[in-house]
């Protein structure tokens, strides 16, 4: 297998959803590369200690870790899997570029470093060559501006977590976690088992908006065993737990010393007299996850905007894009969590098998379709019932920076708005530059459309979110790599 110049599936990215469409495939008798940017498998959620060196760890590698056993498992038949020469798994690498002809995928890689590689085994796998692709390229954290969000100790909360899971090292000894959603509950649940002061947790809206769906919330039974978990762990830490509730305003110089609470309306305006400092050195925000879809729009997939108002890609109910040979799979479906993406990926590979022309499964995948429903619709109660609160905008001051490459506030984008008749994000962006930075939008993509669209009274299509995710090179990339292209190498 190590040498075949062309396999019958490419995947990318070896998180629930990328593990488990590579694994089923290869099973079901497809030579499959699986191409992801980590290290190890897991992805951001299975995210875990180094596994070469795990003995220089306090706590096991499974520690705040669900679905652990089923990773393990995961994980021991993608071993098995390249042994037995059906997989080769390419880790740290990045696909920047995807060309696409009448028969053939070319993936072209990059070195997650940076650093192109310069020996041969490595040289070969900068392009790699599939008759079909599944996409389950992930999400990553969704984030709102806020006066002081850029001071030092204010981080994602996802990142939070990522620092925890992989390193076991919490990113400071007092925490305010706050946002919306579920999500808000894990971080804090895992950074107060580690030894942090979790002084609040504050939700932007009421918990009382889950009554308004409560068949979609009996779902998934599992989530709502892993929430009577949290309060567990909410009790013995004493956690307080604040709902319709916002950070206002973060200060400190050099760092975070103290945060502003205050309390909002249903609409996530700031009632006025409310407002109560606590002092911490570590604000966790998080307003839900973007899918990253640079990949999947750079191959013309068509996307559309989800209940939770995040751009995804559009599939059918056997996971196909839109696009002839290319599935997709997990958040990039929208946000839904790992027991979803899992199903997803499955059944990607098991679409993926039949239009190759192996041997259907019917009753499998009827069954992971109506996984998969389950699912939609219990991630469908999940955002309506703690969306993005509707004029979040009204908490930006004229001076808060909204791109942080670029340096550019608030003010900057209504003026552009306003006075220079730019009407929707792209013509923002290409204004007054938010979203042209080192990141390419992907911290204030979501940001800017909402604050453009507060400003217009307009509510962003897929027109609008489209260009802010496109991007000719998916990764950064050296000069070398796109001479290499000029000149018609690999």
């Known amino acids: 297998m190590a040498e075949a110049s062309v396999y019958e599936l490419a995947v990318i990215g070896a998180g629930p959803a990328g593990l488990s469409a590579a694994v089923a495939a290869a099973e079901r008798g497809l030579t499959v590369a699986l191409v992801d940017a980590g290290a190890q498998t897991g992805g951001q959620y299975w995210r875990h200690p180094d596994e070469r060196h795990l003995d ?33 798994h390419l880790p740290g690498r990045q696909v920047w570029r995807i060309d696409r002809d009448d028969t053939l995928l070319t993936l072209r890689t990059t070195p997650t470093s940076g650093a192109d590689a310069t020996d041969a085994a ?78 609040a947790v504050c939700d932007a809206n009421a918990l009382s908006r889950w009554a308004a769906t409560p068949l ?86 068509q996307t559309r905007v989800d209940v939770d108002s995040s ?42 098998a039949v239009d190759a022309g192996r ?25 309506r019932a703690s969306p993005v609160p509707a004029d979040w905008t009204t908490w930006l001051a004229s001076d808060t920076t909204v791109c942080r490459c670029e340096e550019v506030d608030a003010d900057a984008v209504r003026t552009t708005v306003h006075d220079l008749a730019a009407d929707d994000p792209r013509d923002v962006r290409v204004t007054a530059r938010p979203g042209m930075g080192l990141c390419q939008g992907r911290v204030c993509g979501f940001a800017l459309a909402c604050l453009v669209s507060a400003e217009t009274g307009r509510p962003a299509e897929p027109t609008d979110l489209e260009p802010l995710a496109k991007r000719p090179l998916a990764t950064p990339l050296t000069v070398a790599a796109l001479a290499a292209l000029a000149d018609g190498k690999d």
């Open 311 to 352: 751009l995804i890609a559009v599939a059918d109910a056997d996971q196909r894009s839109s696009v002839p040979g290319v599935y997709l799979a997990g958040e990039a479906t929208g946000i839904g969590g790992a027991v979803q993406s899992c199903a997803e990926g499955e059944l990607a590979a098991l679409t993926a």
């Open 359 to 383: 041997a259907d499964d019917p009753r499998a995948r009827s069954r992971l379709r109506r996984r998969i429903a389950r699912g939609r619709r219990f991630a469908v109660g999940m955002h």
């Open 56 to 88: 220089a760890f306090a706590r096991p590698e499974s520690s705040g870790h669900h679905h652990w056993s089923h990773y393990r498992d995961l994980r021991t038949r993608l071993a098995r899997a390249v042994e037995g020469g059906r997989l080769v």
């Open 122 to 199: 490595a040289a070969s796998e900068r392009v790699v060559r599939a008759e079909r692709l599944v996409l389950a390229t992930g999400a990553y954290d969704r984030q709102l501006p806020l006066p002081g969000w850029t001071t030092p100790g204010v981080m994602a909360a996802g990142g939070v977590q990522a620092l925890l899971k992989a390193n076991q090292v919490t990113a400071g000894r007092r925490a305010v976690v706050a946002g919306t959603g579920p999500f808000l509950l894990s971080v804090a649940a895992g950074l107060a088992d580690a030894g942090v002061e979790v002084v």
């Open 216 to 301: 979609r919330a009996v779902q998934e039974p599992g989530k709502l065993l892993e929430g009577v978990g949290y309060a567990a762990t909410f009790v013995r830490h004493r956690i307080p737990l604040r709902t319709r509730t916002v950070v206002a305003s973060v200060h400190g110089t050099g760092r975070v010393s103290h945060v502003t609470l205050a309390k909002v309306d249903a609409r996530g305006r700031v009632r006025p007299g409310t407002g109560r400092t606590v002092e911490a050195d570590l604000v966790a925000l998080g307003w839900g996850f973007t899918p990253q879809l640079e990949l999947a729009i750079g191959l013309g997939a």
